[in-house]
T-cell receptor, first 109, second 115 residues
Framework: KNEVEQSPQNLTAQEGEFITINCSYS?????LHWLQQHPGGGIVSLFM???GKKKHGRLIATINIQEKHSSLHITASHPRDSAVYIC???????????FGAGTILRVKS | DTAVSQTPKYLVTQMGNDKSIKCEQN?????MYWYKQDSKKFLKIMFS???????INETVPNRFSPKSPDKAHLNLHINSLELGDSAVYFC??????????????FGSGTRLTVV
């Protein structure tokens, strides 16, 4: 069992739909990361959050520390949101990230 | 531009060869990493360096040797390449922020193909 579990693994949505990706983690020492990897391969950090909620444009990330659960929401989804979304739980030792397996999102027009 | 830059972007080589991947960050971060992304797209830590000192070596074969000449550079040298080494290798850097954990910046990745 991976220490960071994401669901769903694959998600296909119609343009304009509201999307939710879930992440459950086991340690939670420091801020949880949400990352985006586009088909070209580069990885971009979307959010770091240790409590509550953060919003950036159409992306919203929430976290429940007690339940060790985080969600990434995309409002009014667009084909350009198609990517792999990865949550990652940091470790104090070495500052390394432990990654979920990723959610492959495809938004159709 | 402030960034983590790694070269080359693509590397195709024969089994048994030795190759290096270079990484540089100009963000002033104190920690640098190598991560490997396998064919199933799963990312896993290989090495972590803090101020040129090796902190993590996560059960990586001895054929992989990281070198950090200064805190802005972390290179990865791989000896006697094997087919199973084919993957995408990401360099990253981070800096601890007391208020919110530490922010990460990733390089664009090096796709290594061993034939």
């Amino acid at each position: 069992k991976n220490e960071v579990e994401q669901s769903p693994q694959n998600l296909t949505a119609q343009e304009g739909e509201f999307i939710t990706i879930n992440c459950s983690y086991s340690v939670g020492i420091s801020a949880l990361h949400w990352l985006q990897q586009h088909p070209g391969g580069g990885i971009v950090s979307l959010f770091m959050l240790s409590s509550g909620k953060k919003k950036h444009g159409r992306l919203i990330a929430t976290i429940n520390i007690q339940e060790k659960h985080s969600s990434l929401h995309i409002t009014a989804s667009h084909p350009r949101d198609s990517a792999v979304y990865i949550c990652a739980d940091p470790r104090l030792y070495g500052n390394k990230l432990v990654f979920g397996a990723g959610t492959i999102l495809r938004v159709k027009s | 531009d402030t960034a983590v830059s790694q070269t080359p972007k693509y590397l195709v080589t024969q089994m048994g060869n030795d190759k290096s991947i270079k990484c540089e960050q100009n963000l002033g971060h104190d920690t640098m990493y190598w991560y490997k992304q396998d064919s199933k797209k799963f990312l896993k830590i290989m090495f972590s360096y803090n101020n040129k000192e090796l902190i993590i070596n996560e059960t990586v074969p001895n054929r992989f040797s990281p070198k950090s000449p200064d805190k802005a550079h972390l290179n990865l040298h791989i000896n006697s390449l094997e087919l199973g080494d084919s993957a995408v290798y990401f360099c990253a850097s981070s800096q601890v922020r007391a208020s919110s954990g530490y922010g990460y910046t990733f390089g664009s990745g090096t796709r290594l193909t061993v034939v």
